[in-house]
Every structure is written in C-alpha cells, then in structure tokens.
C-alpha cells in the first residue's frame, strides 16, 4: 500500500526570531523537517508533499537532506491549516496519507506505523497529547466515547476549555 505525507511547513520562525522558516530551524545539526524526513523514510511513507509559503520553497529546496521524492505545494496565503491540507490535495496521489507538521521533530517512527495501522480500519486517527500545561496549544475536543469532536485554537478555547 502506498503513502504519501503531507508536511505543513509554511510557518514563518517569527516567534524563533529568525527570518528562517520554523521548520527549517536546526535541531541538533539538522533542520527540523529533516528529523521528520528521516523518520518517514524508515515508516515506509513513499512520497512527501511540503506545503510551504511563497518565499520559502526555494531555501526549502536548497536545506533540506533526504532521498525522499518530494513534491513542493505553495500555499499562496496563511489561511490556516485546513487550507493547507486543500493545498497539498491535488499533489497527493493515494487515498493513505498523513498530515503531519514540519516543526515537530521528535515524533517516532513506531507513532507513525501505529497511525498507518489504525487508518486500515477508521476514516481519521489523530495523535494527541495530554500536557500538564497546554497554554499555547490547540485542543481536541472529544465526545463521551473519547472521539475527536472539534480542534479547536486556544484563542477560542472556553474557560472549561483552556485547563
């Protein structure tokens, strides 16, 4: 079965102070999107599509260290993540494939191969994480069953919401 990884990457590095992309930023003498690279390539995903800004894909090109067939999408304007995942869609040319994010570089290879196992029998597996702190981060809401119900931005998180 083929897979193909779609990497959001067309975050800016302003809050990093640096007029380099977030992911583009070095982690241990690589760039950030280069640990996610490494760790597709051993979870047996196929193809990559970076969604990147307009300026970016050029440094994009010229930083990044993989063999993996990469495939750049340009998202024109930042209008946030669902519209980057739209972006990515016509470059994506199997129905297995995952969204993941450039600047989030400790993610595992055993996380990746148990997301691919759980898509073989639901439409969506979301990894999630339960932190004593999330003040920054969105939040997944979820129903009584434990099921994703809403992904919702701290800006619009309730109060109930933000704890």
């Given at each position: 079965?083929?897979?193909?990884?779609?990497?959001?990457?067309?975050?800016k590095g302003t809050r990093m102070a640096s007029p380099k992309p977030k992911a583009l930023q070095n982690l241990a003498g690589k760039a950030l999107i280069d640990h996610v690279l490494s760790t597709l390539t051993r979870a047996d995903i196929d193809d990559v599509v970076i969604v990147h800004s307009p300026e970016a894909k050029e440094e994009f090109e010229n930083n990044i260290q993989t063999e993996t067939k990469i495939t750049y999408a340009e998202q024109s304007e930042a209008l946030g993540?669902?519209?980057?995942?739209?972006?990515?869609?016509?470059?994506?040319?199997?129905?297995?494939f995952l969204v993941l994010l450039g600047d989030v570089p400790l993610l595992s290879e055993?996380?990746?191969?148990k997301i691919k196992e759980g898509l073989e029998s639901h439409k969506l597996v979301i990894l999630?994480?339960?932190?004593k702190d999330p003040t920054g981060?969105?939040?997944?809401?979820?129903?009584?069953?434990?099921?994703?119900?809403?992904?919702?931005?701290?800006l619009d998180c309730n109060d109930e919401q933000k704890k």
């Open positions: 079965m083929a897979w193909t990884a779609v990497i959001l990457a067309a975050g993540t669902a519209h980057a995942v739209k972006t990515a869609l016509p470059h994506v040319s199997t129905d297995n055993s996380s990746i191969i999630t994480a339960n932190v981060y969105g939040r997944i809401s979820k129903d009584k069953d434990g099921k994703p119900s809403a992904i919702i931005e701290e």
